[in-house]
């Protein structure tokens, strides 16, 4: 496997903030790699230091064999960005701002018309092309944000949460468009902090969190780190008596782990089949009115949970 | 350069999307100079420059008077406000001031000096002796000038021969005259103070003008410079704006992760600012020339001060950009310093009328030279008169931008995220 990324001990300070602490990995050509975590766990940061926006404090990247410290200029033209912001002229049709972000991407004359073409219709708004972005919908917007990444056919394309804020349509779009670009050989980096995504798209992925990045893996090798366990989550109105509930429910036989989230339990167990019947008879006696129960295999969510003992969500 | 020009091409084409914006940066500046006249009441009583005023002098007279009238021209004194141009030739002279090359032509006529003291075995000349002022027609606030140096020089002589017969007696009592001269020297002494006495003076100014189709523009022209300068001041900060309200929109951020340079982003969205705040200082110095007649100066000399003027006045918008975190703190600040040069450089009152000391403060602004710039140009100057002041606009905007492109990169850029 030839990697297009090789990240090695980056870190990123701001002041006394360790925003990046020593993050390491690396992305092979062709592959979508994700980099999955809650809010403010650094991917952001990260992608802005690779894509030459921001300057390490230490460690460095190489981009197809460029570093992004010292051949920052030679980076930017293997890679395309997709930023999780609208970085788009409201005033500008979406025409204009393609052509506009094409020609900095040095593409000129029939090769951009071209391009913008191509990619006006893979987003689906050829016929919107002359209308200024500022008459399109939040959807609309993310297409084209994305379409402006894309223009000069980037090896390596950062995608920082492209469906953060958009109604499910279009996020369905996006997601098969990252597929399909992926299928034409583009290596992708993804962030998002939707477990869904992740495990929908990528071949590898890389739990960040705190500015550390915890695990890397494919999914299969992500779970197996957790071990064979499911869990069991249940909502309840016992909200006072929890902690109680809590306490009495991990002295079970099988029972892993416990931990507290917003209107209930998550138990990690090694079997939940068998545990079930046990747990709901204790919380009934705690005299908590069971709402819902659920249980789940492994995913990436409860690597997540396994590994930081939060939700991906808190 | 294709990126440079790019840039700017995108930013212009954002003001002319934003009809409110086009309005406030293009227009506004013009309607507002405009208000400020009307509101004065002032159309008609003033002129556009209070310096190096250019005045060509005819001496037929060559002799005492005369010559000492083209002396008081010459003077160091009035060394900055008059720029006196010697021509034998009266007819060569007017036709300098219908060329613009000059505001004024002065005459003085032959037998000046020989009216008002009689040379020795010559009766003193009864005619009025006409000193003749040909003007523009327009530049009458110059003129004005030029008038009230003439007849200050003409109130010291009446002065003058008021005290004769108290030098006289002097003379005699000190034995400088004999009694045997004095019949003599009073004769011709009363002779020319009784015609002096008896017309208030045997000398008066006469005036022509070359006509015009228009003369009502000149306290619009006496602002106008100024007024055209402190909106320059709050477009080139609003300028300075749009690279934060880029940072904010994550646009600047998707500029600097293409491959273009720093410095071509920065130069490219500062060719936007700069040449924003060039279509607007034209825009009012077209509309104003073309419904007006006002006289700006001739047209190169008045481009390239626009460009100069521009130049030192983006640098004061990228210092303020490079220094400030947010578009608040940027038009706050932009505002006040625009406000600020305003006031110093002539923008609601001409600088003359400014104190000594406020005069050496408004140097640190552009508005101050552009505006010195414009009244040197209306006053018949030209490109070369201008060096000092092309080279202060320079200075200013090269060392600011020196300075901002260095806390550019820290303050704007990395601050981004």
Redesign the interface.
């Given at each position: 496997m030839i990697a297009i990324l090789k990240a090695n001990k980056l870190v990123r300070k701001f002041g006394d903030l360790i925003a990046v602490d020593d993050v390491s990995f690396e992305i092979h050509e062709g592959e979508i790699f994700s980099l999955l975590g809650p809010n403010g766990a650094g991917k952001t940061t990260t992608i802005s230091m690779l894509s030459t926006l921001l300057t390490p404090t230490s460690g460095d990247a190489l981009i197809n064999g460029f570093s992004i410290k010292n051949d920052n200029m030679q980076v930017r033209k293997y890679i395309g960005i997709v930023p999780q912001e609208i970085a788009l002229y409201d005033d500008l049709t979406a025409l204009e701002n393609l052509q506009y972000w094409g020609k900095l991407y040095d593409l000129k004359g029939q090769e951009l018309e071209l391009r913008v073409k191509e990619v006006l219709e893979q987003i689906g708004l050829s016929d919107r092309a002359k209308d200024r972005v500022k008459t399109y919908s939040g959807g609309m917007k993310r297409r084209v944000n994305i379409a402006a990444g894309l223009l000069h056919k980037p090896k390596l394309l950062f995608m920082d949460e492209p469906t953060v804020g958009i109604d499910p349509q279009s996020r369905r779009m996006i997601l098969d468009m990252v597929k399909e670009l992926n299928q034409q050989g583009m290596s992708i980096l993804y962030t998002t902090h939707y477990m869904e995504e992740a495990q929908e798209l990528s071949d590898r992925v890389g739990i960040i969190d705190h500015g550390k990045l915890i695990a890397v893996g494919t999914q299969e090798e992500l779970t197996r780190q957790v071990g064979e366990t499911d869990s069991i989550r249940i909502l309840t109105d016992a909200m006072d008596d929890l902690p109680t509930i809590a306490d009495k429910l991990q002295s079970f036989d099988g029972i892993t782990r416990v931990i507290l989230e917003e209107g209930g339990l998550n138990l990690i167990t090694v079997d939940a089949e068998s545990s079930l019947a046990p747990i709901i008879n204790q919380a009934s006696q705690a005299g908590a009115h069971i709402k819902s129960i659920e249980i789940i295999e492994p995913n990436l969510e409860t690597v997540f949970l396994h590994l930081t003992g939060r939700a991906l969500r808190d | 350069m294709?990126?440079i020009w790019?840039i700017a091409r995108?930013d212009l084409?954002?003001i002319f999307?934003?009809p409110m914006a086009l309005v406030f940066y293009l227009l506004a500046p013009f309607l507002l100079t405009l208000g400020m006249a009307a509101i004065t009441g002032a159309f008609n009583s003033g002129d556009s420059g209070l310096s190096n005023i250019p005045l060509v002098i005819t001496n037929a007279d060559q002799a005492q008077l005369g010559n000492g009238l083209v002396d008081v021209f010459q003077s160091e004194d009035l060394d900055s406000l008059i720029n006196p141009i010697l021509d034998n030739d009266f007819e060569d002279a007017k036709s300098l001031v219908d060329e613009r090359e000059a505001m004024a032509a002065l005459l003085i006529p032959a037998g000046f000096s020989n009216s008002i003291i009689p040379q020795s075995g010559q009766s003193p000349s009864e005619e009025v002796i006409q000193l003749e002022l040909y003007t523009d027609g327009e530049s009458t606030y110059s003129i004005g000038v030029v008038r009230t140096i003439i007849q200050t020089f003409l109130s010291e002589l009446e002065s003058s021969s008021a005290s004769y017969s108290v030098a006289i007696s002097k003379m005699l009592s000190e034995g400088l005259i004999s009694l045997e001269e004095l019949p003599t020297i009073m004769a011709s002494l009363s002779t020319g103070m009784e015609a002096g006495s008896s017309t208030g003076s045997n000398y008066e100014i006469v005036s022509s003008n070359k006509t015009f189709e228009s003369k009502n523009v000149s306290y619009l022209a006496m602002i106008a410079p100024g007024m055209a300068l402190m909106f320059l001041m709050y477009n080139v900060s609003a300028g300075g704006v749009s690279f934060l309200i880029e940072r904010r929109?994550?646009?600047l951020?998707?500029?600097?992760?293409?491959?273009?340079?720093n410095f071509q982003i920065i130069f490219g969205k500062s060719m936007g600012i700069f040449l924003r705040g060039f279509a607007q200082v034209l825009i009012l110095v077209l509309t104003s020339s073309l419904l007006f007649k006002l006289y700006w100066g001739k047209w190169l000399a008045v481009l390239v001060l626009i460009a100069f003027a521009v130049y030192g006045a983006l640098g004061w918008g990228m210092f303020l950009t490079s220094f400030l975190k947010t578009p608040a703190q940027v038009s706050n600040a932009g505002s006040a310093i625009g406000l600020l040069f305003g006031l110093l450089g002539g923008g609601f009152l001409p600088i003359t009328t400014l104190p000594e000391w406020l005069k050496t403060i408004s140097r640190i602004s552009p508005n101050a030279w552009g505006s010195q710039g414009f009244n040197i140009l209306a006053a018949g100057g030209t490109l070369g008169d201008l060096k000092w002041i092309l080279l202060a606009l320079f200075v200013m905007g090269t060392l600011l931008l020196t300075i901002a492109s260095l806390f550019f990169r820290r303050n704007v850029i990395?601050a981004?995220?």
């Open positions: - | 294709h990126k790019q995108k084409l954002l999307r934003d929109n994550y646009t951020q998707r500029n600097l992760v293409s491959p273009t340079q990395q981004g995220e």
